[in-house]
């Protein structure tokens, strides 16, 4: 089992900057990738950005320029850096974990843009 503890959340002004952490605790061997998945208000969930083992990242294209996802060296926690934070950013921020064929999520934690 990979526990994953979300944090950093809350509300921002447009063009605000927050930055998450994600810190998964457990059998974490073997890990393939971390990353970060949302879900705005009537939508479907969405994935955002990822990390690998090796260090290659990807992000969707709306994101693209602004988020910037890191790792730890001990390879159990990552950072997403949100500048030039939307309105469109609005949503639960979900993390996640996958490796062994197996994957994981956190809790969520919610970023609202809004002035």
């Known amino acids: 089992q990979v526990q994953l503890v979300e944090s950093g959340g809350g509300l921002v002004q447009p063009g605000g900057s927050l930055r998450l952490s994600c810190a998964a605790s457990?059998?974490?061997?073997?890990?393939?990738?971390m990353g970060w998945y949302r879900q705005a208000p009537g939508k479907e969930r969405e994935l955002v950005t990822f990390?690998?083992?090796?260090?290659?990242?990807h992000y969707t294209d709306s994101v693209k320029g602004r988020f910037t996802i890191s790792m730890d060296n001990a390879k159990n926690t990552v950072n997403l850096e949100m500048d030039s934070l939307k309105p469109e950013d609005t949503a639960v921020y979900y993390c996640y974990w996958w490796g062994r064929g197996m994957d994981y999520w956190g809790k969520g934690t919610l970023v609202t843009v809004s002035s």
């Open positions: 457990g059998s974490i061997f073997g890990l393939n990738r």
């Open positions: 990390i690998t083992d090796g260090g290659y990242t």
